[in-house]
């Protein structure tokens, strides 16, 4: 099969590579290869089938949408062996634009996948009615797990998790925790993360905010419990997202630089 390459998700949304398959009745495979690998089927210009590791349909459609890194190719003419998408192209798009505003409203109170909750003592008498996901979820939010640690001992996607997190924030059944620090490791100076976007902004332009933010969360860390041993590894990390060799090589420059001053 013959892929035209499209685009690279650093440079690009990807709804925004998939808008004019869709408006052209495209039929074949959008692929998105990087650390996470993703594929959506199109028939005709319809979503019919998307895969992304063991899930299928709407559930990795979505995943798939949440793709911040990756190059997008297209296989024209591919048909799909199964389809997993019953809905129509429409509504799956309106369904992932709820998510994502969803999403976008969770990660204000839950803005990594390092935070910690614990159970907030009660001043409302009332009965409150708590569903069994909720149940699975407080059963296992001790003050000390993660949000990491949470989803990873219930198998479910991060999305899941957080929402159920969010409704017993909302409901006053748990706040905010500590969360853990690096046991006996020290932690990157305030001016590493202004300069890793300084930089990152030379080469990459007003995306680079955005990039720093999602490798941060992919490290399952926050910017203020980042430790100093792990800083080499996410620059590397992000040199992985600059497509030019010539910029990328700029970057790693000035960062090695960097820290090498600030030892």
């Not at 001992?153 to 899941?160: A, I, N, S, T």
């Amino acid at each position: 099969m013959a892929e035209t390459f499209l685009s690279d998700l650093s440079q690009v949304r990807l709804f925004d590579i998939l808008k004019p398959l869709l408006l052209g009745k495209k039929t074949g495979i959008l692929s998105i290869k990087g650390k996470e690998n993703g594929e959506i089927f199109l028939e005709l210009g319809s979503i019919v089938h998307a895969k992304v590791g063991p899930s299928l349909g709407e559930d990795a459609f979505n995943l798939i949408m949440g793709f911040r890194a990756g190059k997008c190719s297209f296989g024209a003419d591919v048909i799909p062996s199964e389809r997993t998408v019953p809905i129509s192209t429409e509504q799956l798009l309106l369904n992932w634009s709820y998510r994502k505003q969803e999403w976008e409203k969770i990660r204000k109170i839950i803005p990594s996948s390092n935070a910690v909750f614990q159970l907030s003592p009660q001043s409302n008498s009332e009965d409150i009615n708590i569903k069994a996901d909720q149940w699975k979820v407080l059963a296992l939010t001790n003050g000390m797990r993660t949000v990491a640690e949470v989803t990873e001992m219930l198998k479910w996607d991060e999305f899941r998790i957080s929402r159920v997190l969010y409704q017993l924030i909302q409901s006053g059944l748990l706040e905010k925790g500590e969360e853990p620090k690096p046991l006996g490791k020290k932690l990157v100076k305030e001016a590493f993360f202004s300069t890793v976007e300084m930089e990152l902004k030379r080469v990459m332009g007003p995306v680079a905010p955005f990039i720093i933010e999602d490798k941060v969360g992919e490290f399952g860390l926050t910017k203020e419990s980042f430790p100093r041993d792990r800083a080499g590894f996410f620059i590397e990390a992000l040199c992985e997202e600059i497509p030019q060799e010539m910029k990328r090589k700029e970057f790693l420059r000035a960062m090695e630089d960097f820290l090498v001053r600030e030892q």
